[in-house]
């Protein structure tokens, strides 16, 4: 009998212990996290597949769970240290999950300016999903929504918290930049030279001075 009590005494010390670090890292979490935008966000979803689709009956897909995913894409300040843009993409999984505790795994891709958050990540990405694998959602985890594999992956960029006015392009060079951008796939069949040549005298610059603004602001994006 008290080593009966003992094991459940142990047993309750350590489920407690769990209880409090997890609340002390989601209030640390809360703590780091720092202001974010969500400018788009898209469902994923699929059926909770273990093999090929292929592979599946119509019955049986008919019958498999579905494995909720979400994408969302966010701006966070361009000042963010990486702690805090990881404590800020962990809130925004937090606080999307408590609305929908059914969303079985998320993608967030963050950037700095919102022109930018129709293409790569230049900021970082995250996922949260079973072992950290993205594909990793199964049968059970979709019904059950047993989160206890759970683990968020993150790529952050190595700019990320070391920004400084020095590297940085300036309001002006991102804003001639985007331009020659829009220009450059309004019509992909128009000569560069052109659209160079254009967006040049549009802001009263050289083509060469262009060309260094544009490689100045695609080398900060790609760090």
């Not at 489920?15 to 997890?22: A, L």
């Not at 300016?113 to 900021?123: I, L, N």
């Amino acid at each position: 009998m008290k080593l009966k009590f003992c094991v459940i005494a142990a047993f309750t010390i350590i489920f407690n212990f769990i209880v409090i670090c997890d609340l002390a890292q989601s209030a640390n979490n809360n703590m780091l996290a720092k202001p974010y935008t969500i400018v788009s966000s898209r469902d994923l979803s699929i059926k909770a597949l273990t093999k090929n689709l292929s592979k599946y009956s119509a019955s049986e897909l008919k019958s498999l769970p579905v494995n909720i995913r979400k994408e969302y894409r966010i701006v966070v300040p361009s000042d963010i240290s990486k702690e805090e843009l990881k404590a800020s993409m962990k809130h925004l999984v937090a606080q999307e999950t408590k609305k929908n505790s059914d969303i079985d795994a998320i993608v967030i891709f963050a950037y700095d300016r919102k022109e930018d958050s129709e293409s790569f990540y230049t900021f970082g990405k995250m996922e949260w999903c079973p072992y950290g694998n993205w594909g990793g959602v199964t049968p059970d985890i979709a019904s059950t929504n047993d989160r206890s594999s759970y683990k968020y992956t993150f790529d952050i960029k190595e700019k990320v918290g070391k920004i400084s006015s020095a590297n940085m392009p300036t309001k002006e060079e991102f804003t001639i930049y985007d331009s020659f951008e829009k220009e450059l796939w309004a019509d992909p069949n128009v000569d560069e030279e052109i659209v160079k040549r254009k967006v040049a005298k549009k802001f009263g610059i050289s083509g060469e001075k262009l060309e260094q603004i544009y490689l100045k602001v695609l080398t900060y994006k790609m760090q």
